[in-house]
């Protein structure tokens, strides 16, 4: 019996145009002389639609007397069952999970004595609020329960499977998996971000670079996804950005080829605060003094939803929300502020994982400037955020990292972290050792006053900050707004 196996590309909620992508692939089957086509599940609606209304009786009549599946429905009654187990993998795609599911896959080859072909679409999706990959990725495993095939990631593949008294033979070239975590994330975002912007119907993207690391990897994902010509970047310092931060914003839009634009924002903010200290509330008596935390908080308003925004209106361009996990996390961010953005493509990584992702960029040769790696993590808002003095963010990496996982991937409870700090095993459990507690966290207390103040800014004020997030690109399986589900009330 020979197959025809289609990893096609699904657009969501679009039918119509599934419903084409189905019928040239019956050509295609068809001109192969193959018994039966097979189809990803969701293949006309995709997965978050799939409630939507199908005219089954289209594709019938033009399959003719050609049998087909779709994974997870038969629709013809075939005995394609007789000779291989035909299934699918996750819905959505998600990193590590792949592993498991060929250990699954394997095992019901074996237990079934038949082989296994595991179908999965390639594309985009999203809950309104994630967005997610539609992976491919399909593959073969024989009776033994080997993977004798696998279609690639991240684009449409077809192959003629024939299987003769068990024995599989395929007539396509089969790709090579991922061996590199870090590299299989990379190419999914990438995907993520052309794939959505097509469908967002927009071609350009303006970011903010500041300098540090998470806008330079930003820039350096947008930029291989629509093309270093369509990704404007924008430096906007003020008196607290240093020549370090500044020269790195420069040195990444020449490393990447992409427009770039020096915008100073310090008179905007003085005239911003001197406006408003001449100003007085009737029946109230607070004086409208600008300083602190809400002057920091100006400053990063200021630039996304004033600067940014402007500029993208003028270039015709979407903004990008520069965030990741970890601040996420713990609302280490300004709403209406640096949380601007028609979507965020680090927020479903910990900051220690965009390390890791810009060592990947540079794997050739340097696009992430070295500076933006080696200065400490600093919004530079302050005098307090001084890099050149060593001054930076007020999280700890990667302890607080590794802390965070826990919390949110393992679902554990702040009791739990407490009882493993008191016990004295929290730091080996998290693979950090006596001597980094000594140096940022000396005492007991102190280490766990830290717990417990981050603890509450992620079930509280971080939480009101993160169900206003751009839609998030989502890896983990454990994503903000997706699987890791959030209200606005929290116990």
């Known amino acids: 019996m020979k197959l025809y196996v289609v990893q096609m590309k699904i657009l969501p909620g679009n039918v119509s145009a599934n419903m084409q992508t189905m019928k040239a692939a019956f050509d295609r089957a068809k001109a192969a002389e193959v018994d039966c086509v097979v189809f990803p599940r969701y293949a006309l609606t995709g997965p978050s639609n799939r409630a939507l209304p199908v005219d089954w009786a289209e594709i ?68 309104g609020k994630n967005i997610y990959a539609l992976s491919g990725g399909s593959r073969v495993f024989d009776c033994d329960g080997k993977i004798v095939f696998e279609m690639p990631l991240f684009s449409e593949a077809e192959a003629v499977i024939e299987f003769v008294d068990g024995q599989v033979q395929v007539y396509a070239e089969s790709s090579k998996p991922y061996t590199n975590e870090i590299a299989e994330i990379h ?187 080696d200065i400490p993590a600093s919004a530079e808002l302050s005098d307090a955020m001084n890099v050149d003095e060593g001054k930076g963010d007020p999280i700890l990496y990667p302890y607080h990292d590794k802390l965070f996982a826990m919390w949110v991937e393992k679902c554990v409870s702040l009791e739990f972290t407490e009882k493993l700090l008191l016990e004295g095993t929290l730091g080996e459990m998290l693979g950090v050792d006596a001597a980094y507690f000594k140096a940022h966290l000396p005492t007991t207390e102190a280490a766990l006053e830290d717990m417990r103040f981050w603890y509450r800014r992620f079930k509280g004020l971080a939480l009101a900050k993160r169900i206003q997030f751009p839609p998030i690109l989502s890896v983990s399986g454990h994503a903000f707004g997706g699987e890791y589900r959030e209200s606005q009330i929290s116990g």
């Open 60 to 127: 019938r009549k033009y399959a003719g007397n050609m049998p087909f599946f779709l994974c997870g429905d038969v629709l013809d009654d075939t005995p394609l069952l007789n000779v291989a187990h035909v299934t699918h993998g996750s819905d959505f795609y998600v990193v590590g999970r792949r592993e498991v599911e060929n250990k699954e896959l394997s095992h019901l080859a074996q237990d079934c004595a038949m082989p296994v072909v595991c179908l999965n679409g390639v594309g985009t999706d999203n809950t």
């Open 187 to 373: 190419d999914a975002l990438v995907f993520m971000i052309r794939e959505n912007l097509k469908m967002f119907h927009i071609s350009r993207m303006v970011i903010g670079a500041s300098g540090g690391i998470d806008s330079a990897v930003s820039a350096a994902l947008y930029a291989e996804a629509i093309g270093p010509e369509n990704v404007y970047l924008v430096n906007m310092p003020t008196r607290f950005n240093s020549d370090t931060t500044k020269n790195a914003a420069r040195d990444l839009a020449e490393n990447l080829g992409t427009p770039y634009m020096v915008a100073p924002i310090s008179d905007i903010i003085e005239s911003v605060c001197h406006t408003l200290e001449r100003c007085s509330f009737v029946r109230n008596d607070t004086v409208m003094k600008i300083a602190g935390i809400n002057h920091e908080n100006l400053q990063a308003r200021t630039r996304s939803a004033s600067i940014l925004s402007t500029v993208a209106s003028v270039v015709g361009a979407g903004v990008t929300c520069n965030g990741n996990k970890s601040e996420a996390m713990v609302g280490y961010c300004t709403l209406y502020g640096d949380t601007c953005g028609v979507m965020c493509a680090l927020g479903d990584l910990w900051k220690t994982q965009v390390y890791e992702l810009a060592r990947y960029i540079n794997r050739d040769k340097e696009i992430i400037p070295k500076a933006s790696i």
